[in-house]
């Protein structure tokens, strides 16, 4: 069995530096409606570690051991979108992993959102701008048309975390597109990312509601190290050569 390297070198990065000071973020984090407190809110579960959970790519990898090594998560649980692989990885505030989906991302391919395309309308929004922007953000609840409260991601260009809409138009298969095992279907969205709503509604709300999180999408278009430049300071580690021997056939 393939042990789980990247989580034991991840505690390990974590426990060496504890307490470094934060790096300073250079990427942006958006601003975002102060979500109101619901009363008789209670502090959210603690959910238990999945081990079982397949490895992350090798940038959304990066992206989660800058963040235990900086601290840049400043103890609030986060999501690493992987674009490439329209995947999605849920980490708690103590950088255990605990989920990992399948997503659902914008038509667009790049890593910037259209200047301006927050205040459009749907109906108004090109196909060419319906872009999943990379970078850090910071997501906290708010309301959005209709009174909906959504995870928002980049409130700016209205880009936010749900599950598929109810009202989506069948013909745009966005289920089946979900349960594909390829990534190349997953381009479908407005440039919202969309999430299995079981896993929105029992591992993402429970974990965001109170203060919110980070969300961390990783860009298809453009260098890693251009949208995240803390990755710079944590060179490519190799897995031990255990893991290397357990693997080969």
């Known amino acids: 069995m393939k042990s789980k390297w990247w989580w034991h070198r991840a505690v ?27 009363r008789g809110l209670v502090s959210p579960p603690i959910l238990a570690p999945d081990p079982a959970i397949p490895d992350p790519s090798p940038d959304a990898l990066r992206i989660r051991d800058w963040v235990a090594l900086a601290g840049d ?30 997503v659902l991302l914008g038509i667009a391919p790049g890593d910037e959102a259209t200047p301006g395309v927050g205040a459009k309308k749907l109906a108004e929004i090109g196909p060419a701008e319906k872009t999943t922007p990379a970078g850090r953000f910071l997501a906290r609840y708010g309301l959005a048309a209709g009174r ?34 390829s990534a190349d279907d997953n381009r479908i969205t407005f440039g919202c990312i969309n999430v299995p709503g079981r896993f929105y509604a029992r591992r993402v709300r429970p974990l965001f509601t109170r203060k919110g999180g980070y969300v961390y999408v990783i860009p298809e278009a453009s260098p890693l190290e251009a949208v995240f430049p803390g990755v710079r300071t944590l060179p490519y580690a190799a897995p031990p050569p255990a893991t290397l021997e357990a693997s080969r056939p």
């Open 73 to 102: 998560n400043h103890a609030l649980p986060y999501l690493i979108v992987d674009k490439p692989s329209a995947t999605a990885w849920l980490f708690d505030a103590r950088h255990r992993p605990l989920a990992r989906v399948p």
């Open 148 to 181: 909906q409260r959504v995870l928002w991601v980049d409130y700016t260009d209205s880009v936010a975390l749900h599950p598929i809409p109810s009202d989506a138009a069948k013909r745009e298969r966005r289920a089946a597109r979900m349960a594909s095992p």
């Open 12 to 38: 390990a990065v974590a426990v060496i530096l504890l307490g470094a000071p934060p790096a300073p973020a250079a990427t942006r984090a958006n601003k975002a409606p102060r979500a109101t407190k619901p």
